[in-house]
């Protein structure tokens, strides 16, 4: 008994010290660990686990509050987005210069049934492949009116580019980031112009958007055959689309250069083979939609000027165009001057994107290292080309505004960035409000460029008002936001810009830009029981007339266009007009009968009737003049 006493008094002499030992541990452990649940005494056990279960309880909470206070503002963003880039749709004719061909062609397509070759007038078109007119021409079988037909493609292919943006974003990272990079695509200024505008620009985006969500979403979370195969795909449409439709392919160089033992490319990288063999097909028959039909028409046709059209377009538009191109001749170092001027207000935030980029690569995120090699590859692969547009580089926008989206939360709260981004809501607003003022008031510059345009002065009071209500609208932003919500006053800020110019600016200059105002004036003076030719025209002349017209070529020297159309109105010089750039009358004509008709686009324009021309006049001295004719700017 005695011996069972004393072991049981040492047990709890024992026990009692390891209790005071843990108590005193308890104490001494940082806060920080004790939040965590570090410590495990069997009498805190219930009441650590209430606690942790309150805790995440609280959180979820917490969470659940902040996404229904964020879904109202999330909502309203979206809206204004879907609002700016609707704005003006149908409310204006294409306008110069690329946005007229494409029309041209795809009207053609519509009333002639033939589909495979576009064609400008009685010429091919062989500056660029049919897919975005084709487009354009479905979209008129669906909504048969072509002031909103011809914008459908650039709208829906802008709203497929966003929502590329958001769902890759997304896989990437999370919900919150692909909020961030939707909206900071949405605020770029080329984004904008873009979307707007009937070019084949914002289709090619789309789908080189597309090629590189398919082909990260294997890369990075995969395997997933099926992203895959799409992008590769996409990237075969998109170069039959536009020639540099295969840059998103280039991502796979620096994804090979990545650790072979990183976590997230070791499924695709285990499985690299069967991806490699899937290339080069997939490819393939992306390009098929088009190069396919092509290739069976130029084997049982034996037409010279198919196989003419085939080699101009295959070879002197792609290879040649770019190792030596014959217009548009920029220097190296073009794109930063167009990074500096179309992409704000994003690249303001490079000071600080830069160095936060470095230090994520340095910790070898491969997120960002795909994203960000692939954009350096493409700006280095345009810069290398003696031929460089702004358009050129818009594909690496999107892939931009991913890799910065996770970046921009923390950048939003400093107080230099949300300065930095005000101010430029504070200069569109002031900018705005002085050409509205200046257009308003009639100042000298403003009615110097409307005479030289033919502005008529009801449109320019149009204009004034809706940019001077631009103006008020950024200036209440800015006031309204106060530093601290810069991020919103920006958003709204950019789609007031595209409200405005849609709805109001646009349409204003329309009948001036367009030709429109010009052609109806033909109209009037020849009468409705005329004939008209065209000579030396601009493909909107073509596209605006009131009628049929008969063209001479459009790519031929101005003499050889004299020489057809000189016959064709000593048939019927009664009834018969010819519709001619200035330069190109000749002096042998009978000036009294010529007909100054007006300036559209720069361009002073003449009527010649059918009986100002005789017999022995030619146009010898305007041989070269139509050499320029070969300008595609797209």
């Known amino acids: 008994m005695l011996r069972l006493s004393s072991m049981t008094s040492r047990r709890m002499a024992v026990s009692g010290a390891s209790a005071a030992r843990t108590s005193v541990r308890i104490l001494a452990e940082p806060r920080r660990r004790r939040r965590s649940g570090a410590f495990r005494h069997p009498s805190d056990t219930r009441m650590g686990i209430v606690l942790h279960r309150f805790d995440q309880g609280a959180r979820v909470l917490s969470a659940v509050s902040a996404a229904l206070s964020r879904k109202p503002a999330l909502a309203a963003a979206l809206a204004l987005i879907v609002i700016a880039l609707l704005a003006g749709l149908g409310l ?44 354009q021409a479905a ?19 802008a709203l497929l580019t966003l929502w590329l943006t958001w769902d890759l974003s997304r896989r990437l990272w999370n919900r919150r980031v692909a909020r961030y990079a939707v909206l900071s695509l949405f ?52 170069t ?21 033992r990183h976590p997230s490319v070791l499924p695709a990288r285990a499985l690299a083979g069967r991806s490699w063999l899937l290339v080069l097909p997939a490819f393939v028959a992306g390009t098929a939609v088009w190069l396919g039909p092509l290739g069976i028409a130029l084997l049982h046709s034996p037409d010279p000027a198919l196989h003419a059209y085939a080699h101009e377009l295959l070879f002197k538009q792609t290879g040649t165009r770019y190792a030596h191109a014959w217009h548009h001749v920029k220097p190296f ?28 690569l340095r910790r070898g995120d491969p997120r960002l290292l795909l994203l960000l090699a692939w954009s350096l590859l493409v700006l280095v692969f345009f810069s290398a080309s003696p031929g460089k547009r702004e358009v050129y580089i818009f594909p690496m926008l999107p892939a931009l ?35 509205g003022g200046g257009i308003g008031l009639h100042l000298h510059w403003a009615e110097r460029s409307a005479l030289q345009r033919g502005i008529a002065l009801t449109s320019l009071q149009t204009m004034s008002l809706w940019l001077i209500g631009l103006g008020l609208v950024a200036l209440g932003l800015v006031a309204w936001a106060r530093g601290r919500r810069a991020g919103s006053a920006l958003v709204a800020a950019t789609a007031a810009l595209w409200t405005v110019t849609g709805l109001g600016v646009m349409p204003a200059l329309d009948p001036y830009s367009s030709s429109a105002a010009l052609m109806q004036r033909v109209g009037e003076r020849i009468g409705p029981h005329a004939e008209l030719g065209m000579l030396a025209w601009k493909e909107q002349n073509l596209l605006q007339a009131d009628r049929p017209v008969t063209d001479f070529g459009f790519k031929a020297s101005w003499q050889a266009q004299w020489a057809q159309a000189g016959p064709w109105l000593a048939q019927a010089p009664q ?60």
């Open 139 to 157: 979209s008129y079988e669906l909504v048969p009116h072509w002031p909103i037909a011809f914008l459908l493609p650039s709208l829906l292919a």
């Open 401 to 435: 505004c991913i890799a910065a989206a996770p970046l921009l939360p923390g950048l939003l709260r400093r107080r230099g960035v949300q300065r930095l981004l005000l101010g430029y809501v504070l200069l569109l607003g002031v900018a705005a409000l002085a050409l």
């Open 575 to 634: 009834r018969r007009w010819l519709f001619v750039l200035k330069q190109a009358v000749p002096a042998c004509v009978a000036r009294a009968q010529v007909v100054e008709i007006g300036e559209s686009n720069r361009n002073q324009w003449q009527l010649v009737p059918g009986t100002a021309w005789h017999a022995g006049c030619n146009a010898a001295g305007s041989a070269a003049e139509g050499a320029d004719a070969d300008t595609d700017t797209d």
């Open 240 to 260: 039959v689309t536009k020639g540099v439709g295969f840059l998103p392919l280039l991502v796979l160089l620096p994804w090979m250069a990545l650790p072979r």
């Open 92 to 135: 204006r004719q294409p306008n110069p210069p690329d946005e007229p061909r494409f029309v041209l062609a795809a009207r053609t397509m519509v009333e002639t049934g033939q589909w495979l070759l576009p064609h400008r007038g009685s010429e091919l078109y062989a500056e660029k492949p049919p897919v975005f007119m084709w487009l």
């Open 333 to 360: 170092w073009y794109y930063l001057q167009v990074i500096a001027t179309l992409w704000l207000p994003g690249c303001l935030l490079l000071p600080w994107l830069v160095p936060a980029w470095w230090r994520r």
């Open 187 to 238: 605020t770029v200024l080329q984004f904008g112009l873009m979307a707007k505008r009937a070019q084949i620009d914002m289709v090619l985006v789309a789908l080189t958007t597309l090629s590189l969500w398919g082909l990260l979403r294997h890369l990075l979370r995969g395997p997933d055959w099926r992203a895959w195969v799409i992008g590769l795909c996409a990237a075969g449409v998109g």
